[in-house]
Structure formats: C-alpha cells, structure tokens
C-alpha cells in the first residue's frame, strides 16, 4: 500500500473561488501533490508538497475532502525503490534503469513472485496529454509493486493575497521553474485524473465550512520533494 497527497488552494468565496493551478513544464496544470514518505503523516506531507512545490508557507486548513484508493485495473505504483530485471529470475541480469517509489506503472504479467510493469512517460500540454516520450519495461520483485494506492485530498485557503502568478524552483530534479497560477473553480482544467478529482469534491469546495477551530500551518525548512 502507498499513500499520496494532493491540495485544493482557493482564494474567494463561493462558486466564485479561483483555483491554484501548477503549469509543470511536462506533466500538464496540475494540483500541488505527491508521495507521503515512509514514516510520514498524509496531513504533514500535503504541507510539505504546499511548501516545496508552490513555496506556500501560511495557509489555512478549511478541511480534509477525501481519501479513496485512486487505482483499478492494470494500474499499479511502485511502493518501494527497486531496480528494473530483464527476466522474472531473482537472479537475472539487471537492465540500467531503477524504477522509483510513487511511480506508477501498468501490469503486465507475474511469474516466480515477480512482476513484469512498464513504465510510460507523457508530455503534457496544459490539459491535454501528449506523445509517449519515455517507456521502459521489465521485472521487479512483487512486493515492490502495489494495486492499493490511497489518494487523500485537502481544501486549503492561504491566510494571505497571493500574486495572480509566480513561479516555483523545483530544485535539482531536473526541471525549469514552473509557473503557479490561478483558475476559476467553476471552469478550471486540469490533467484528466485531478479534473475526475475535482469534480468528486466540487461541492464541498464551493461549500467550504470551515473546520470549528481551523489551523494555521506555518511549514518551513522540510526535506526534498517528490513528485506527484
């Protein structure tokens, strides 16, 4: 099992609310999100991402929407880092590739307490998926993969204005710095797994109550990140 994370930022009231939108160079507009690291609580983690990957430091907890296992059928995520076999032996030879924790992957088959995933990577344009520009395929050992992947879901307002735009250095993983922004909740677009997210939780977000005693979450100088 392996769990994730991801935030709904709003700023205005009602149907009016605008949306906080990442513009990632090649995976779309997305929601701020990622893995919970192991040994990690999912509402520490949200805050985490919220710092690393749109510098939002003071923020309001408006609630928590909802938590449901994002998987079904071939869809699988790596659960532990592990490098990638040419056969489903123990012992075969490796290939140079070593697939990551959170990474997701599709099944392929099982043999001998292996599973054969592959591994696709899209360039995203705005909201629209674009060509395969990276695809690997081979063995990892069966307890490196999982079909339970528990997605949980925050509303967060910020405590105070925000820029209609800034930008974002993602650090060293290879990225240009990407660009925030906001959307109108009632039209915003995103990639098609947080636009099917989106719609589950659009009520609760046009509601918006408020927590009886809401926190403040002041989050500073935490670990490195990873990606969605």
């Known amino acids: 099992m392996l769990y994730k994370v991801a935030a709904f930022v709003t700023r205005g009231e009602g149907a009016a609310q605008s949306l906080l939108t990442i513009d990632h160079p090649n995976a779309g507009w997305q929601l701020p999100a990622g893995t919970v690291e192991e040994g990690e609580e999912p509402d520490t983690a949200v805050r985490r991402e919220l710092h690393e990957e749109a510098n939002l430091i003071d923020l309001t907890l408006v609630q928590k929407l909802a938590a449901f296992n994002q998987l079904s059928s071939d869809r699988r ?11 489903p032996e123990q012992d075969a030879p490796l290939l140079p590739h070593i697939f990551r924790r959170g ?10 307490g292996m599973v054969q995933v592959c591994y696709e990577e899209r360039a995203h344009h ?4 674009g ?3 990276l695809s690997w395929e081979g063995w990892v050992v069966e307890t490196a993969v999982t079909a339970t992947l528990i997605r949980h879901l925050y509303h967060f307002r910020p405590t105070g204005s925000l820029p209609d735009e800034w930008f974002a250095d993602p650090g060293d993983h290879g990225y240009a710095p990407w660009r925030l922004f906001w959307q109108p909740l009632a039209t915003a677009e995103l990639v098609q797994a947080q636009l099917e997210w989106l719609e589950m939780v659009r009520d609760k977000l046009v509601v918006g109550d408020f927590l009886d005693q809401p926190e403040v979450y002041r989050v500073k100088n935490l670990p490195g990140r990873q990606r969605n």
């Not at 995520?77 to 056969?87: I, K």
């Not at 990474?103 to 001998?112: D, P």
Request: glycine share 4%; aromatic share 8%; charged share 15%.
């Open 126 to 129: 705005g909201n629209q998926p």
């Open 103 to 112: 990474w997701y992957v599709r099944e392929v088959a099982r043999q001998n």
């Open 77 to 87: 995520v790596m659960c532990q880092t592990t490098p990638l076999q040419m056969m």
């Open 131 to 133: 060509e395969v520009v």
